[in-house]
């Protein structure tokens, strides 16, 4: 490749990874959401457990009284922890 081609195609290319660059930079920069209002999501301490793997998952905040129970293995986790002890 002659070098009258190669120096504008470098200029290019380094254009074009300092704006994405930049880009990425603004918005990692951006700041983080504000919290939820208080009283949206509760305190709850349940434990979750997977019949298939048997993994285990505690779920320390929900947005309601119930949850539903978190999906892994493809099928919803079984309640180990009773409601009422939460």
Not at 38 to 61: N, Q
Request: with cysteine; charged share 20%; net charge negative.
């Amino acid at each position: 490749m002659p070098l009258w081609l190669s120096v504008p195609i470098a200029i290019v290319v380094g254009i074009l990874v300092i704006r994405i660059g930049v880009g990425v930079l603004l918005n990692i920069s951006q700041p983080l959401p504000p919290p939820p209002p208080p009283g949206e999501l509760r305190k709850v301490k349940i434990t979750y457990r997977c019949s298939i793997c048997y993994a285990e998952a505690r779920m320390t905040i929900a947005p309601a009284e119930d949850p539903e129970p978190p999906k892994h293995c493809g099928d919803e986790m079984d309640l180990v922890t009773p409601v009422d002890d939460a």
